[in-house]
C-alpha cells in the first residue's frame, strides 16, 4: 500500500489513513439550461401552428382582449354559412352532440364563435342559440382590435 507525503508540511508529518476530501455542494446547470433553450424555440416555431385554420375575416371592436389558461375550442362560420368545430366542418344539428364529446369540463367549458365579419347574422345567433340551449355557460363571440385611426 503507498502512502502519500505531504509536500508543504513544516514538521515532515506522513498522513496515514484515508484522505479526507470535502464534498462538492455545486450543482451544474449547463445541462438544464441547454434543455431549456431548446425547448423555447421549439415551442416558439410550434406556436403559431397551433391557431385555427379556417380562413376568416373577423369584425374589429375596441374590446379587450381576454386572459385565458387554457386552450377554448372554437365553432367558426365563414361567409357561406359553413360551420366548422375547430378544422372540422359540421351541420348545425352536429355542433351540440361533438361539443359534449370533447368537452373535458362539461359545460363549464369555454367555447368561442368566430363568425366572418360577412357571414349571416343569423346563422352565427343559431350557432350560439344551440351551443347556449345545450347548457354551455362560457360562451363568447371573437373579434380583432380595432386599430386606432
Do not use: C, W
Amino acid at each position: 500500500m503507498a502512502m502519500s507525503i505531504s509536500q508543504g508540511s513544516t514538521r515532515g508529518h506522513r498522513r496515514r489513513g484515508r484522505r479526507h476530501h470535502a464534498l462538492m455542494s455545486e450543482i451544474n446547470v449547463t445541462p438544464f439550461v441547454d434543455v431549456m433553450l431548446v425547448l423555447l424555440i421549439v415551442f416558439m416555431v410550434a406556436a403559431p401552428l397551433l391557431t385555427v385554420g379556417v380562413p376568416i375575416e373577423l369584425p374589429e371592436t375596441r374590446a379587450n382582449a381576454l386572459n385565458s389558461d387554457t386552450q377554448p375550442i372554437t365553432v367558426s362560420v365563414n361567409p357561406q354559412g359553413q360551420i366548422y368545430l375547430q378544422e372540422t366542418e359540421i351541420a348545425l344539428d352536429e355542433i351540440v352532440p361533438k361539443l359534449e364529446a370533447i368537452a373535458q369540463t362539461g359545460y363549464e367549458e369555454r367555447i368561442y364563435v368566430r363568425g366572418d365579419r360577412d357571414a349571416d347574422y343569423g346563422t352565427v345567433m343559431r350557432v350560439m342559440a344551440r351551443i347556449s340551449s345545450a347548457g354551455f355557460r362560457n360562451l363568447g363571440l371573437v373579434t380583432l382590435q380595432e386599430e386606432e385611426r
